[in-house]
């Protein structure tokens, strides 16, 4: 049982490269996130998926998107990467029951660029 | 409008020291929940534990406890005999439902 998984563990592109974050979580779990997290600050939501097929704006979705794959995978594609992109990126998932609100995350995602 | 505050950014403690986390949460939904998460320096996210409204009991898991007062809409976190294991960023966040609102964090220093 592996939880969440993000791949990859370390990233650095250049102004204008693209790249998919990918995450995956066998919790069987509905919803999925992704955050951000800049130096010193707290978490901050890109975008979410309350369910398979589902994919909603969270509070900083500019310059990013999201495809929710399937149950288990949920990847954030940054199209054109600029510097202000530079942060630590975090998967979650969670349940939607009373029971499993508690959002479990991945290692993290270390983006820099440059 | 649902906000969650941490008002202490920092707090340094000697270890053996007994230290308490704040936060304080605003919201107008009778049913909801609370979190404490724990980001060690590795950077991972720890769940720690979930609060529900309707239940004020507080809790106590070793040298961990938490206090919720729906009276001062506060859900504070209380380390006794602090360690420097301790040490990490402590997160606060409100739920009133599976999309979590979160605090800025308190970043816990236990000093050997």
């Not at chain 1, 939880?3 to 204008?16: A, E, R, W």
């Not at chain 1, 955050?35 to 500019?62: C, H």
């Amino acid at each position: 049982n592996a939880g969440v998984t993000q791949t990859p563990k370390f990233q650095v592109l250049k102004t204008g490269q693209s790249m998919t974050l990918q995450c995956a979580q066998d919790m069987n779990h509905n919803s999925m996130y992704w955050y951000r997290q800049d130096p010193g600050m707290g978490l901050r939501l890109i975008y979410y998926s309350a369910s398979e097929g589902t994919t909603d704006k969270g509070e900083v979705p500019n310059g990013y998107n999201v495809s929710r794959l399937n149950k288990r995978e949920f990847s954030l594609r940054l199209e054109s990467a600029a510097p202000s992109q530079t942060s630590v990126y975090f998967c979650a998932s969670s349940g939607q029951d009373i029971s499993s609100y508690e959002q479990y995350f991945g290692p993290g995602t270390r983006l820099t660029v440059t | 409008a649902q906000k969650v505050t941490q008002a202490q950014t920092e707090i340094s403690v000697v270890e053996k020291e007994d230290v308490t986390l704040d936060c304080v949460y605003e919201t107008r939904d009778t049913t909801y929940y609370l979190f404490w998460y724990k980001q060690p320096p590795s950077g991972e996210l720890v769940f720690l534990i979930r609060r529900n409204s309707f239940d004020e009991q507080n809790e106590i898991s070793g040298r961990y406890s938490w206090n919720f007062q729906k009276s001062t809409s506060s859900f504070n976190f209380t380390i006794t005999a602090s360690q420097v294991v301790d040490s990490a960023v402590y997160f606060c966040a409100l739920g009133p439902n599976y999309q979590l609102i979160w605090g800025a964090g308190t970043k816990l220093i236990i000093k050997p």
